[in-house]
């Protein structure tokens, strides 16, 4: 049942692809809240084709025939990062080879100018969540792991997604039934990052949500110029996120909020949170 529900829900982009992966050339996106399912697809791609798949960490592949390029977006805007991008985006008008975008965000293609956006046309193909509802996860094990409902282990939690284990304390620690607080936090932008931060050294006051935005980023060119509107916007998100109460107190567990921007964030936030001081707001 689980493998018949995977295949379902990758047929359609495995049917566009193919065309595509006919071609000698070309890029294309897959997107998708689900990560192993991504993982799923990239697979896929891999056996469709005879290119040699390649993951591109950092480097910039000046030897790029007969090779299907693989990217992971990455929430960050540096000019380092931009380079490396557009760089690859560039080899298939002149070279023989594939370069697949993957992301988590519905928002990636914000990444590039709107001239490139264009090239994505019919190309971006978004997973929707699996919908298993007899895959259950074991208590006793660190891995995302699916079982059937005759295995002889303890079945613990049901879920809906094939990431079904992954933060199982932090679901059980929130009663959040269906995603992890990464998932929640991967929602999100710089600017609800710094209003996080903010309501946990102190708490946002409403009228005055931008002045101590604006305070607090006074040293961060990347995310200074915001409009006080978007603000405020990014300030309700997290209340109706539950990410932080109307009097603007953050209530989840800090920790996991730093873990997250530890391991995901750019290197501006990383640094602001580390600097961070109430004593400034």
């Known amino acids: 049942m689980q493998s018949e529900a995977i295949h379902e829900s990758l047929a359609p982009a495995v049917d566009n692809l193919k065309s595509i992966l006919k071609n000698e050339s070309g890029q294309f996106m897959i997107l998708g809240p689900d990560k192993a399912l991504l993982q799923h697809l990239v697979c896929k791609i891999r056996k469709m084709t005879k290119y040699k798949p390649v993951q591109v960490v950092n480097s910039k592949d000046e030897n790029p025939n007969d090779k299907i390029f693989f990217i992971y977006l990455k ?7 931009q ?19 993957v992301s988590r965000s519905a928002l990636s293609l914000n990444f ?4 490139v956006r264009s090239r994505f046309k019919n190309r971006i193909f978004f997973l929707p969540y699996v919908d298993l509802p007899e895959a259950c996860s074991e208590v006793n094990t660190g891995k995302s792991k699916l079982a059937t409902p005759d295995s002889s282990q303890n ?45 946990h050294h102190k708490r946002i006051i409403l009228n005055r949500c931008y002045d101590q935005y604006k305070m607090a980023v006074d040293n961060v060119p990347e995310i200074k110029k ?8 990014c300030y309700y998100d997290l209340i109706d996120a539950g990410v932080i109460n ?9 920790q996991e909020f730093q873990d997250f921007i530890n391991n995901n964030a750019p290197q501006y936030i990383k640094r602001l949170m580390k600097s961070f001081k109430h004593t400034s707001l």
């Open 226 to 233: 915001v409009d006080a509107n978007r603000v405020l916007y």
């Open 246 to 254: 109307t009097k603007g107190a953050f209530i989840l567990d800090y």
């Open 75 to 81: 929430n960050t805007n540096s000019l380092a990062y």
């Open 155 to 199: 079945p613990g939690l049901l879920f809906k997604s094939l990431e079904n284990r992954e933060n199982l304390m932090k679901m059980e620690r929130y009663n959040f039934e269906r995603f992890s607080l990464a998932f929640l936090f991967d929602l999100f932008e710089p600017i609800h990052f710094v209003l996080i931060m903010i309501s």
């Open 112 to 115: 590039f100018e709107k001239r």
């Open 83 to 101: 380079s490396l991008l557009y760089h690859y985006l560039e080899l298939p008008e002149t070279f023989r080879c594939f370069v697949c975008f």
